[in-house]
């Protein structure tokens, strides 16, 4: 296959192109990315000794280029990381959200009908489902209704009902799946997890919003990647998959658990101001998944916690 991983230099993005690479060795990528803050060029680079491997620099948004990519490949598939995704980031300037998740999602949509009705994955999240009490055992399904809480989970719950449309009105071969939280190496230290441990490992504060008690199903990424592998080669068109680990942990028992791995006091956390509309449950129901293709997550999170330690470990040496 000749894939087309947009905002492939993200976490989730270049995980999944390396996974690829190494599971499908006869496919070739291309990947095309603004290189935004949170990109990994480094790791961009490595993947570019493969020749099986192509990197563009460009903007979803920018249907010129968009459009001319698309008709130097000839593309059987097309998956979606391109995203704006930090919540904190879509309450201080919404606009890049939409314009980008809403937008640069239709401006794609639009090129998979213009250049042969291509398969298009769209890549979301379980916060367009909204949150859940934290004293409930309720989950969401893939039927449930959205309520998303932030402009972050509203502008993937928009882009999600365009690429449902393009599927309907114009019968474009289109699957979405909506994942938990992930984890592991390459992930931007605005994210929690990162946050976490690389201020434990220079000593710095540690801010938890709230209480801490919020709830979070976190995935690692590799397990994620191999969901999307399957959905992409054996998922039904025109459905939707939600991917987790179905496993709950509270945001102030994940930190502690890290500064257990580093060996670190937990003198270190400091409890800041919740911030506005902050979800306090994430939970789905993964039976789809799990009964239709055959999937579940792997990889237990005190293994791949420890894992990820030991990533930023080695790659930062304690420091930013």
């Known amino acids: 296959m000749n894939l087309l991983v947009t905002g492939g230099a993200g976490f989730i993005g270049v995980n999944f192109i390396d996974y690829m690479l190494r599971t499908h060795p006869d496919y070739r990528i291309v990947c095309l990315d603004l290189l935004t803050y949170a990109a990994n060029p480094e790791r961009i680079s490595e993947l570019e000794t493969n020749k099986h491997f192509r990197f563009v ?3 979803i948004r920018n249907r010129e280029e968009v459009y001319s990519l698309f008709s130097e490949e000839s593309f059987d598939a097309v998956i ?3 995203a704006e995704s930090h919540v904190d980031r879509s309450i201080e300037n919404p606009d890049v959200f939409l314009s980008t998740n809403v937008l640069g999602t239709g401006v794609l949509l639009d090129a998979c009908l213009k250049y042969g009705n291509i398969r298009f994955h769209q890549i979301s ?4 489902y909204g949150d859940l009490p934290l004293e409930s055992t309720d989950t ?7 309520s998303p809480s932030s402009p972050y989970s509203a502008s993937k719950a928009s882009a999600d009902m365009l690429v449902l449309s393009y599927g309907r009105t114009y019968g474009l071969p289109v699957t979405i799946s909506r994942s938990s939280n992930n984890y592991g190496p390459y992930q931007h230290s605005e994210k929690l997890i990162p946050t976490v441990i690389k201020n434990a490992l220079s000593d ?4 938890v919003y709230g209480d801490g008690r919020n709830l979070r199903d976190w995935l690692h990424v590799e397990d994620h990647c191999k969901a999307i592998d399957l959905i992409l080669h054996k998922g039904t068109i025109g459905e939707l998959y939600n991917v987790a680990s179905e496993k709950e942990y509270s945001n102030i028992d994940t930190v502690k658990a890290i500064l257990s791995l580093l060996g670190k006091s937990e003198e270190h956390i400091s409890f800041v101001s919740d911030r ?11 039976s789809k998944i799990r009964t239709s293709l055959g999937w579940s997550a792997e990889r237990e999170f005190t293994d791949g916690l420890r894992n990820t330690v030991r990533f930023y470990e080695t790659k930062y040496g304690g420091t930013e």
């Open 80 to 82: 979606n990381f391109a």
């Open 57 to 59: 620099k460009g903007d």
């Open 276 to 286: 506005p509309g902050h979800d306090l449950r994430y939970a789905v129901d993964c």
């Open 204 to 207: 710095k504060s540690i801010p």
């Open 140 to 146: 969401f399904s893939e039927r449930d209704r959205l």
């Open 125 to 128: 999240t379980d916060e367009v």
